[in-house]
């Protein structure tokens, strides 16, 4: 919040996205005042788990891992590093594009070797930062073990 504050990004439209250990931990972290105030803003529909600090919190199995240096990047498909860190992700939703595909559906009917139908769908998505100096888009990166 402090760094998007700094930032001069705009306050409205602010989103987090945790992995589940990271959002276990942050609600662990919250008083019971404070806990009943986050899921009081909670909007299921939309994925949001709840608010705070101005920022619409959302939860996933997993976001994103990086090298030891916090900012390095690692690809799911690559091999794991014991050193490893988990990260989530901060936007503000003005800061970042989006692109989204047409939904392309793939069938099998009567597959003899499922005994039954098969049905699988495709997307194309794909997002970017707007701003050149890619402020509104920031890692939240957990801290490397003692």
């Keep these: 919040m402090i760094k998007m504050n700094v930032d001069d990004v705009p306050t409205e439209g602010r989103y987090m996205l945790l992995d589940a250990v990271q959002y276990a931990d942050l609600l662990d972290d919250l008083t019971d005042k404070e806990l009943s105030a986050f899921q009081a803003l909670a909007n299921v529909s939309k ?51 989006r692109a989204l595909g047409d939904v392309k559906m793939f069938s099998n009917e009567d597959d003899p070797q499922y005994y039954g139908d098969i049905y699988s769908f495709l997307v194309r998505v794909g997002g970017s930062p707007r701003r050149y100096d890619k402020k509104g888009v920031y890692l939240i990166t957990e801290g490397a073990a003692a």
């Design 47 to 97: 994925g949001v788990m709840g608010q705070l600090y101005g920022f619409s919190i959302m939860q996933r199995s997993k976001v994103l891992r990086v090298k030891a240096d916090g900012s390095t990047v690692i690809k799911w498909e690559d091999e794991g590093e014991a050193t490893e860190l988990a990260a989530g992700l901060a936007w503000q939703q003005q800061c970042v594009s």
